[in-house]
């Protein structure tokens, strides 16, 4: 069936029984695929934890050595931990490189109205940093009311790229940012993820793929807000049937944080006292600013034609609710939301719990 254009109203049709697929969705065959999800998801914490050990022993053991060759060779364990194990061990497990032989072009082509789809971008900024803004008023709010406890405030403490006085490290930085990290969680979370839900309904696909994306950033403040980027890139990649343009939206989003960074560095490395960078890097956070605003009042008024659009459901046997269920219900998953517990900092959050 042909995905429905960037703002364009959909009437979803199943199609006759002529022309209707001879595979039928059945709920052991979404078990299987939530249990693949589920393991995904764990390789893909493990691989991060060691990541973060390797680099760091790598550091102590390079201790002495030319500084910018230790950062080439902890950037590049990152991105094989991080980055690569993961998205070949779902290449593996869901026997993608079956699927996709012959059909990468066709993943990666450009849509019809890709200039449409690329205009979303305000709305979608709009959505996913004024989420980040309410989960900052909302976690001021809850600290207020617990008498100023700062744990809550520690648990929702922004993640930020650290700026440094390095040339190597930022050029790597920014490249694993904007090109590494679109690339590779595109083709994993609205690639493969989204292809093995999409029997099962668009929506779901849609919904289970921003979830976990927005867990893949491993931070308790960052899990609301891409997860809403996480839902609007999933309808984008639903509505395209690409993924060129969400892939291109994700470097965007990504390319800002970077400019944040590249500007918080230059002004490292002047100390401080450079008038013309401390003026450009103010200017720049209230641009942001602004477009933040600009983007959640366009998201805003899209509220309603978004009422119109219609997501394809092949199985309706089972609601949505009970999808999500049975998918929170296999072991894979419950794992995995263990170790994206730990890794959200609420291992900590639980210690004091059970020690107070």
């Not at 109205?113 to 909302?138: D, E, I, S, V």
């Not at 639903?238 to 994700?250: G, K």
Request: proline share 4%; glycine share 8%.
């Amino acid at each position: 069936m042909e995905q429905p254009d960037i703002e364009q109203d959909v009437e979803t049709t199943l199609p006759s029984e002529d022309e209707q697929s001879p595979y039928a969705p059945n709920r052991r065959d979404y078990r299987i695929v939530c249990t693949k999800l589920g393991l995904t998801m764990c390789v893909f914490f493990v691989c991060r934890f060691f990541a973060g050990e390797f680099s760091w022993l790598l550091g102590r053991a390079l201790v002495g050595a030319e500084q910018n060759i230790t950062f080439i060779l902890q950037f590049t364990v990152i991105i094989m931990l991080v980055y690569v194990v993961p998205l070949l061990f779902a290449i593996v497990i869901f026997n993608s490189r079956v699927f996709y032989k012959g059909k990468l072009a066709e993943l990666y082509k450009i849509p019809k109205r890709h200039a449409r789809a690329l205009g979303t971008f305000p709305a979608m900024f709009g959505l996913g940093h004024g989420t980040a803004l309410l989960t900052l008023l909302a976690a001021f709010l809850l600290s207020r009311f617990t008498g100023g406890e700062t744990i809550i405030e520690e648990l929702f403490q922004p993640t930020t790229l650290e700026p440094a006085a390095n040339v190597v490290y930022i050029i790597a930085m920014v490249f694993m940012v904007v090109v590494v990290a679109p690339v590779f969680e595109e083709f994993l979370t609205r690639g493969i993820m989204f292809d093995a839900l999409a029997p099962f309904g668009a929506g779901i696909a849609i919904i289970i793929t921003a979830l976990l994306f927005g867990l893949m950033h491993g931070s308790l403040y960052m899990l609301f807000y891409t997860t809403a980027y996480g839902l609007a890139l999933g309808y984008i990649r639903y509505a395209t049937n690409s993924l060129y343009v969400v892939t291109i939206l994700h470097a965007i989003v990504n390319g800002i944080g970077a400019t944040t960074l590249i500007l918080a560095s230059l002004a490292t490395m002047t100390g401080g006292e450079n008038r013309a960078v401390n003026t450009l890097q103010s200017m720049f956070l209230v641009v942001v600013l602004i477009a933040v605003i600009v983007g959640v009042c366009v998201f805003l008024s899209k509220i309603r034609s978004m009422r119109k659009y219609k997501i394809e459901n092949p199985w309706t046997e089972i609601g949505p609710w009970k999808k999500i269920g049975i998918f929170f219900s296999s072991v894979p998953v419950i794992i995995m939301l263990v170790l994206a517990a730990n890794e959200l900092s609420m291992g900590r959050l639980l210690d004091l719990v059970i020690g107070g």
